[in-house]
């Protein structure tokens, strides 16, 4: 699943230019898609993850910020905010198995990350993670 792993990065840059820099989700994702072409079905799956993402943006935030009460936001390294805003998506508005959306957002840490950045993101996104499952376990 090599292209869905490139349609995640693309969409994570993007998250990050929009986060860091203010740009146009539209203009920047169209210039990456651009330089790293995917097939259309992965287009069309990192133009959801950009979008759903922005769209959920506060309250993705906040269920961020609800497990790391020591790091606000907004402080923390902007990698890994938007690593964890993106699998945070993928947890918890769509269909995407969980550990799949962890580790994909620990493995573009482990490029685009501190040392601290994988361990970080990783144990945000078991908690979140696991707090999804108790909700779903809570509704049966």
């Known amino acids: 699943m090599l292209s869905r792993r490139l349609a995640r990065e693309i969409a994570f840059k993007v998250l990050f230019q929009v ?25 069309s799956f990192a133009r959801e993850l950009v979008h759903g993402t922005l769209a959920e943006l506060g309250a993705i935030d906040r269920r961020i910020s ?24 993928e947890i918890l508005y769509t269909d995407i198995d969980p550990a799949i959306a962890i580790d994909e957002a ?15 993101i990783n144990a945000i996104l078991d908690r979140i993670s696991g707090e999804k499952d108790d909700e779903i376990g809570a509704r049966d």
């Open 106 to 120: 620990v493995e573009l840490a482990k490029t685009y990350g501190d040392e601290n950045s994988k361990g970080f």
């Open 19 to 43: 986060d860091l820099a203010g740009a146009r989700p539209e203009s920047s994702l169209g210039y990456l898609l651009e330089e790293m072409p995917l097939q259309e079905k992965y287009c």
């Open 66 to 89: 609800k497990y790391s009460p020591e790091w606000n936001i907004e402080r923390m390294p902007t990698v890994d905010r938007n690593l964890m805003r993106l699998a945070v998506y």
